[in-house]
Structures are given as C-alpha cells and as structure tokens.
C-alpha cells in the first residue's frame, strides 16, 4: 500500500524517519529546519546537475556551458557580458569561467568583443549559432525538467520558484561579500 504524501521530503520513508530522529540528537532541535535545508537543497542540486548533464548530452554542451549561453540568451540583445557577471551567474570562479567561454569560443558559439562602453574592457557575446544553440538547448532542458517535476503543479512551481530565488538571493549576498 502507497504511503500518502505529506509534503515532506522523505515522510513516508521509515530510514529517513530514524535519520531525522538521529539528526536532532546531533545537531539540536534548533538546527534541523536549517540542516534540511542545506540537506535538501544540496541533494536537488546535485540531482538537478546530473538530470541537466544528461540532457545537455544530446546538444553537446556541459552544464557550465549551457549556463553561460542562457545567461547571455536571457541577457538579450546583443547578447553580451562582461566575463566577471558571466562568474557570476554561474558561480564559478573566473578562471573556470574562462575555461568555459574559451570551449564555447572554440565552437564558435560566443566571441570576445571590445566592450563599447568602455574600450579598455573585453566582454562576451553570443554568435548567431550560439544563440540558436542556446534556445534549441534551453526548450529541451525546459520541456526534460517540466516532465521530471510533472506532479508538481503550476501553483507549486510558482511557489517553489519564489523560495528558491530567496534562498539564493540570501546566499548569493553572503558569496559575494566573501
């Protein structure tokens, strides 16, 4: 007989159960929202990665990849940044940032142009075939994760969207102060 679905990561799951039980021994009652917090979120990170790795296979691109040429994609036109934004908004340090536009730059998918605000500086922009990459591989991530989050509906989404954002807007602030 199926378990009813409370909300709750894991509710029905007599191990997880104990493991929360074991956990408030560890950390204190205090502590556990915020553990399964950084539990939950980590764990649907990492699923979230490889669920995207898998997908991006069929369009030859990794998720540092794909990530970069959605940020310059929903940047609009002409589809540029600055190296240092594009770190940003992958999270990734500016020296694998580099590694990644320079695979992308290979493939001819984004160039480096002088910044026409400021002609001392180079930024990032994403060529005619990097832009189509960038929605053909963007729909087909969309259309994978909309059927992998299928019981969740458009409220839910839209709900869980909206608590994520904050959560890593509170992070992302702590990141960059650091």
């Given at each position: 007989m199926a378990e009813e679905h409370t909300g709750n990561p894991g509710a029905g799951d007599h191990s997880w159960s104990t493991a929360r039980d074991s956990l408030t021994l560890l950390v204190?009652?205090?502590?556990?929202?915020?553990?399964?917090?950084?539990?939950?979120?980590?764990?649907t990170g990492r699923q979230l990665e490889a669920l995207l790795s898998d997908t991006l296979l069929e369009e030859g691109l990794d998720t540092s990849e794909f990530t970069v040429l959605c940020a310059l994609l929903v940047q609009g036109p002409p589809h540029r940044l600055a190296?240092?934004?594009?770190a940003d908004r992958l999270v990734q340090t500016t020296g694998g940032t580099t590694k990644t536009v320079r695979r992308l730059e290979v493939r001819g998918l984004v160039q480096r142009v002088d910044d026409p605000d400021d002609k001392r500086r180079v930024v990032i922009e994403m060529?005619?075939?990097g832009a189509e990459l960038a929605r053909s591989s963007l729909e087909l991530a969309l259309d994978t994760f909309d059927l992998d989050i299928g019981e969740l509906d458009v409220a839910e989404r839209t709900e869980l969207g909206a608590r994520i954002a904050r959560l890593s807007e509170e992070l992302g602030e702590r990141v960059r102060r650091r």
């Open positions: 204190g009652e205090r502590n556990r929202a915020t553990f399964e917090v950084l539990l939950w979120t980590f764990r190296a240092g934004d594009i060529t005619k075939a």
